[in-house]
């Protein structure tokens, strides 16, 4: 049973403007969020995380979001680069474990 | 340099050969797991392991064996390899010891069982 889910497998977005990666979760217990980005042919590479006591972290260009009451976590990339086009990993953590969804694979369109 | 270290990076075996793929890393994290990936289902866990001789199963562990004997080791056995454990496979480590922080990724390992 998926805990963590990326509803929209794939999306574009034009070069400058905002890609918003949306993540939401059923797990109440989850205490720490992070997301994770992968290229082809590559592992995947830690992104930015936020703490369920948090709402909001940001760092750069990349912020997220997270509504606990709505258990959903959002990533906002802005402004958007062509060497953001990745697949893009939301993850949950509660004790020793991490919960990943299906991913959401960016295109960044000059 | 800090990183997570697989081996092989590509491997192709018959049904029933027992293998092994390797998993090192030089960052003296405490935790280390084993994901695997497969098309329209993401990134799933196989098994964790919280410190030298610790580990559990993750959400998909049939199939599979691992051990910890070494801090910076975290081999992943496959015993008997079926078809279905084609897929592509990710060791990853991570330093915070209370749960599960950022985690380093090796660069995986594709296996196709025949």
């Known amino acids: 049973d998926q805990q963590v889910k990326q509803n929209s497998p794939s999306l574009s977005v034009q070069e400058g403007r905002i890609s918003i990666l949306n993540c939401d979760y059923t797990n109440s217990m989850f205490d720490y969020f992070l997301w994770y980005k992968k290229y082809p042919a590559e592992g995947p590479t830690f992104l930015i995380s936020i703490s369920s006591i948090k709402d909001k972290n940001e760092d750069g260009r990349f912020t997220v979001f997270l509504n606990k009451s709505a258990k959903h976590l959002s990533l906002h990339i802005v402004p958007s680069q062509p060497g953001d086009s990745a697949v893009y990993f939301c993850?949950?953590?509660?004790?020793?474990?991490?919960?990943f969804g299906k991913g959401t694979s960016l295109l960044v369109t000059p | 340099e800090a990183q997570v270290t697989q081996n092989p990076r590509y491997l192709i075996t018959v049904t029933g050969k027992k293998l092994t793929v390797t998993c090192s890393q030089n960052m003296n994290h405490e935790y280390m797991s084993w994901y695997r990936q497969d098309p329209g289902l993401g990134l799933r866990q196989i098994y964790y392991?919280?410190?030298?001789?610790?580990?559990d199963k993750g959400d998909v562990p049939e199939g599979y064996k691992v051990s910890r004997k070494e801090k910076r080791n975290f081999p992943l056995i496959l015993e008997s390899p079926s078809p279905n454990q084609t897929s592509l496979y990710f060791c990853?480590?991570?330093?915070?010891?209370?749960?599960?922080?950022?985690?380093?990724f090796g660069q995986g390992t594709r296996l196709t069982v025949v």
């Open positions: 990853a480590s991570s330093l915070r010891t209370g749960g599960v922080s950022e985690a380093f």
């Open positions: 993850a949950a953590s509660v004790g020793w474990t991490l919960n």
């Open positions: 392991s919280m410190n030298v001789e610790v580990t």
